[in-house]
């Protein structure tokens, strides 16, 4: 099984990066394949998980596997509280030790 990790650390940033994901997704089907997908956002694309069709869909992509990681050192520079985050979002200690840690798992690094 592929393993990747997006990172998305810009608030603008997010919609290519979900599109990234869709793609692989796709890709992954028609060439029958597996992908772990993980998707870490810290800085100021924290934001993004309150926007509403951002959260529309996180929900679709993680109901196709994918696993999104939450930044708790940016949540709390930015205000944004544990239950304000869609269903299913992990929060990890620091984004960039997160990165490192699926990175020395062998995820491959992808930043739209």
Known sequence: ???VVFHIDEL????????N????ISYAKAQQMSYQIVVLVNGN????????????????LTEQGVQFH??????????????QLPKNVEIV???????????????????P
């Open 21 to 24: 994901v869709k793609n692989l």
């Open 93 to 111: 200690p620091a984004g960039v030790v997160d990165l490192i840690a699926l990175q020395e798992r062998g995820f491959a690094y992808v930043k």
């Open 45 to 60: 694309a924290i934001m993004g998980y309150l926007v509403a069709n951002i959260r529309i869909a996180i929900k679709s």
């Open 1 to 3: 099984m592929h393993q």
């Open 70 to 83: 939450a930044c708790n050192n940016a949540m709390n520079s930015h205000g944004v509280k544990a239950n």
């Open 12 to 19: 603008g940033k997010w919609g290519h990066a979900l599109g």
